[in-house]
């Protein structure tokens, strides 16, 4: 990979890889970039960019071979091996995301879940026991977890994350509203959901407004 990767780029890869999860599951061995592209949700020629920058390119007449495809994807995201997660916080979110099977089958299984909450502490949610937060540094250190998961109040969040980042842990992902103060080394994304929704509500009262004459369509990055 001899050109830098950039960020939009690495956010539509999860896509790809999605989409060509199922064509593999469906014994698809080559797809053009055109049908790559409609199923993910993008033009061709950004598809074509976003895989060039990956040092991928198709054949002429054929396209791409969906497993060779998945194959590097897999490996650029490294979601070819196992990267073992804490998820901070036992309450709806917490648990829901415990429960979630598709963690586990993309490379992230869910290995340890921690509270403060004396009423969850100990009980088990997934087949996992609750650990108390008091003993979070000490379990995340032993237990080599890459990926931390704060799906706390916001009040413990950066308590949280010095924690996991003292234990070494250097990927978090954080479901509170505030950002967080970790190390350059620190990678971290944040989750939003109220964004998320305003966003989604920006679109679709933008659409209706076009339906309706009113509007005009946003262009294509």
């Known amino acids: 990979m001899d050109q830098p990767v950039s960020e939009a780029t690495v956010g539509r890869l999860p896509a790809y890889l999605r989409s060509l999860v199922e064509l593999a599951g469906r014994d698809v061995a080559s797809v053009s970039s055109g049908h790559l592209a409609k199923l993910v949700g993008v033009n061709p020629a950004t598809l074509r960019r976003d895989l060039s920058s990956l040092g991928i ?4 007449g054929v396209g791409y071979d969906v497993k060779y495809l998945l ?3 897999s490996v650029v995201l490294g979601v070819n091996q196992e990267w073992a997660v ?3 916080g036992a309450g709806n979110l917490g648990r829901a995301l415990a429960n979630y099977q598709g963690l586990a089958s993309r490379g992230f299984p869910i290995k340890v879940l921690f509270d403060i909450d004396e009423e969850l502490v100990g009980t088990t949610i997934a087949g996992l026991t609750v650990q108390h937060g008091d003993r979070l ?6 237990m080599g977890i890459t990926v931390g998961v704060i799906a706390t109040s916001v009040e413990a969040a950066q308590s949280v994350a010095d ?6 842990v250097t990927s ?3 479901f509170t509203a505030d950002p967080l103060d970790v190390p350059d080394h620190v990678v ?3 989750v939003d959901l109220a964004t998320e ?4 509500s920006f679109y679709h009262q933008r659409d209706t407004a076009v339906s309706g004459g009113a509007g005009v369509p946003l262009g294509e990055d």
């Open 57 to 60: 390119t198709g054949t002429r």
């Open 163 to 168: 924690q996991l980042v003292a234990s070494g």
């Open 137 to 142: 540094s000490e379990v995340v250190a032993g």
């Open 188 to 190: 971290v994304r944040r």
């Open 197 to 200: 929704l305003q966003i989604l």
């Open 71 to 73: 194959f590097e994807i």
């Open 172 to 174: 978090i992902l954080n």
């Open 86 to 88: 804490a998820v901070v």
